[in-house]
């Protein structure tokens, strides 16, 4: 703990309010809540930690607070923080997919379709399902049923195959009025609302009525409907016989990490699940209360009626974040389903940990242990150069980023080589440097906290000296060399460069390995890129006034160059090449 902190921790007030953990960099890497700042603060700078919350705690250089009146303030305000600097150790929702829904269009002639956006436009919605391959098992179903329109046609002409086939209800074939559109579309939203059995009754009857007038084409045909419907209808189990939307959250936490399982429950069914699974740094019933004021903001989930939660949740705090109604179920049914969601979430812990244990020791694990290795702050940010050309033809260079052993492709740069004639990686890497860096000063972008060069003393050598003597940096640099196979085998450190001992067949060497493929990758296929479009250059690519479309007009017309250049200015102006343009062209084409 530096004096600052120290100095700061005896000022905390004892209110309720926010507070925002600062690196060394000074960039915000968590905000939380406290009903008392004073004690929660300073809790994280005493005692015992679990792993995931020592990690905070030493990167934690400086901090800030906001005092608020009252709890739930705190936690809106601590909402809006995050979304402001989405801090890195904050909650961040693994699953933001987006779930299909079916939509009755509001035009004059309205479409049954499926996706994934709800508006506010007058529409008619109805889902979410599970999965899209449900949408359309559904929406074909009520295709066959209560048809609207399939084709983009909505004057009458000539009737579409959709229409022939009884699948459209043929504005394309004759005037289709409102009511009767209104009245298609009160039958699917009524099937869709539950009124599937009152259907099937109506479809057994009229089966059963065409096969007494011996109507067996039509019996058949309202057979199948009934098969099919019972086929889709069936997979969705009947959970509550009320066909209210909503719901249902259930937690559970161990180990410093918490899982929280949402059912959604829709029209009596329930449809489908979603999963979530992060660290926690605070007391879980406060930690929950952030992930449900997240929840509807990261997702495209539409708020249901109700919503059940679990005993630990503050009633009153959920009601005023999520405006809706908040229920905490005592028995029964609704009670079974919060039990059914904490007892997933427990299951969901167990089997996952040995998951993620493998994956922090493949990611942060090892960034930790290279950091110890190299003598350094743990490098959570690593940026990785190397270069390629062929024989000095189309020189490129690449970066890969590495944040916390994770690739960052959103970070990636390409580099096109301006300044360097022929095959000098020196000179390229030099290059390169001087324009990420003074740029990364200019305009205040974060620096890393260990570069790497892939290439041997003489590229980090060049690297260093354009960090330090002309750019005034003082960032960890290192390098990694390839054996004759062309696999990763040293890693150079220091000021004179060593050879860093690592073993084989430990984490930070395996991430060494894959930062180096990784910006190998990069670089090989931007100049492969590069150096295909310099291969199709052609000699009317010169020529100020000659575009794409009009080279493809001169060599439709003309067939070849030689031909070109045996044509006179009055036929170039005879497929449109202005005069000017023609003058150039001709002059091209004789020198």
Known sequence: MNET????????????GCYLMKDRQGSIIYVGKAKILKNRVRSYFTGSHDGKTLRLVNEIEDFEYIVT????????LELNLIKKYDPKFNIMLKDDKTYPFLKITAERHPQL?????????????????????????????LDRMFPLRRCNSTVPGRPCLYYQLGLCIGACAREVSEEEYKKVADEITRFLHGGHKEIKSELTEKMNHAA????????????????????????????????????VFGYSVDKGWMCVQVFFVRQGKLIERDVSLFPVYNEPEEDILTFLGRFYEKTNH????????????????????????????????????????????????????????????????????????????TPHRIETFDNSNIQGTDPVSAMVVFTDGKVNKREYRKYKIKSVIGPDDYESMREVTRRRYSRALKEDLPLPDLIIIDGGKGHVETVRDVLENELGLDIPLAGLVKDEKHRTSQLLYGNPLEIIPLPRNSQEFYLLQRIQDEVHRFAITFHRQTRGKTAFHSLLDDIPGIGEKRKKQLLKEFGSVKKMKEATIEEFRAIGIPANVAEDLMKKLQS
């Open 212 to 247: 007494e007038q011996l109507e067996f084409e039509k019996a058949k045909e309202y057979r199948d409907q009934i098969i099919h419907m019972e086929t889709i209808m069936e997979k969705q189990k009947i959970t509550m016989n009320d066909f209210t939307d909503r719901d």
């Open 69 to 76: 009146s009252s709890n739930i303030e705190a936690l809106l």
């Open 302 to 377: 539409i708020k249901p009626k109700e919503i059940l939660i679990q005993e630990e949740i503050d009633l009153g705090l959920a009601e005023q974040l999520l405006q809706v109604k908040v229920l905490k179920p005592q028995r029964g049914q609704k009670k079974d389903l919060v039990n059914m969601a904490i007892k997933n979430a427990k299951i969901a812990l167990k089997e996952k940990f040995s998951m993620i244990e493998k994956d922090e020791e493949r990611s942060i694990k090892a960034v930790e242990n290279l950091g110890e290795l190299l003598g350094i702050y």
């Open 113 to 141: 379709i499926i996706t994934r956006k709800v508006k506010k436009d007058k529409g008619k919605y109805f889902g979410p399902y599970p999965n899209v391959l449900a949408a359309k098992e559904i929406k074909k179903l």
């Open 5 to 16: 902190i120290k100095q700061k921790l005896t000022l905390l007030p004892a209110q309720p």
